[in-house]
């Protein structure tokens, strides 16, 4: 008997090939390889560096909501739920695994785990907001109803990270876990001063995550503004927060097809940046399982 696991990796799995099948039957695979040849060594290796900088930025923001632990383990489970995200059924699973692996012994469970949500809501934050203002800046190609959705999402995320406040005090009947869960986002959205440091870092982390996209698209020949590349790749993470693929294979060749699209770039050029992308993905997982494999040692 396969588990529950093994079931719905291969249904992941299975959306992630029709997927790409269905985008990658309808282009001249010739042109993807010719687009991917042309990113040089160098701007290979100088991305690569800009993407583990910027997921050291990710470490770095949530050192600011848990200001008591060591950067180097903040930034060394980052990775590992980079690798979790990739392995699992999606990203929020990733940061789930981040939470339980964050808990030392005698550590309120709660409040670790209230500390990565609040963290996680505020990178949301951060990359809808930049992206709606994106799309306000330049909406030239995309859909008219884009930046009112995504500033619809804004209110929504926002709306979500305050929600404990509605309640000024939670009654001592919760004393149980999901009661000290509960009180510690309520003490973290009562805390603006690493509320507003966790949302301005999450921003300057979206930012770089834009300036590695845009510096491999610019690489393969691809011209766009800055403000087109900072609402594409948002929109795309967006896209990728959905957990029905196996490390977004498939969902993100079909969404920079579409969202590439609008601004006039060839669905070849954009599926070779989607591969790209693929690459640095499983780069920044292996970087995580050798992350939590010396970390299992220790």
């Known amino acids: 008997m396969w588990s529950n696991r093994s079931v719905i990796f291969a249904l992941k799995f299975g959306i992630s090939a029709a997927l790409l ?8 695979l010739g042109a993807v390889g010719e687009a991917l040849s042309r990113l040089t060594p160098e701007t290979i290796l100088v991305a690569a560096g800009l993407y583990l900088l910027a997921h050291g930025l990710n470490g770095v923001k949530l050192q600011v909501l848990m200001a008591d632990r060591p950067l180097k383990d903040l930034v060394r489970y ?14 929020l699973l990733g940061d789930a695994m981040k939470a339980y692996r964050l808990v030392r012994p005698g550590d309120d469970g709660a409040t670790v785990v209230a500390a990565v949500v609040v963290d996680k809501i505020t990178g949301l ?6 992206t709606g203002l994106a799309l306000l800046i330049d909406p030239r190609g ?5 930046p009112a959705l995504s500033f619809a999402l804004l209110a929504g995320l926002v709306l979500a990270l305050l929600l404990p406040l ?3 005090k939670f009654p001592n009947v919760l004393d149980n876990a999901l009661g000290r869960f509960l009180r510690a986002w309520h003490a973290s959205a009562r805390d603006w001063g690493p509320l507003f440091g966790s949302l301005f870092t999450g921003i300057a982390f979206q930012i770089l995550s834009v300036i590695v996209v845009a510096y491999i698209g610019t690489g393969m020949g691809i011209s766009l503004s800055f403000p087109a590349w900072v609402a594409v790749v948002g929109l795309v993470s967006l896209v990728l927060l959905l957990p029905v693929t196996v490390a977004g294979v498939g969902l993100r060749e079909g969404g920079l097809v579409i969202l590439l699209g609008f ?14 992308l693929l690459g640095y993905t499983l780069f920044g997982a292996v970087v995580g399982a050798i992350a939590d494999l010396k970390s299992r040692k220790s």
């Open 263 to 276: 601004v006039g770039v060839a669905p070849a050029d954009a599926v070779a940046l989607s591969l790209a």
């Open 125 to 130: 934050v951060a990359l809808v907001l930049i």
């Open 166 to 168: 509605v309640v000024p």
């Open 142 to 146: 995309f859909p008219n109803a884009f």
């Open 78 to 91: 980052t990775f590992v739920a980079l690798y979790y995200g990739t392995v699992l059924p999606g990203q």
């Open 21 to 28: 099948i269905f985008v990658l039957r309808r282009l001249d």
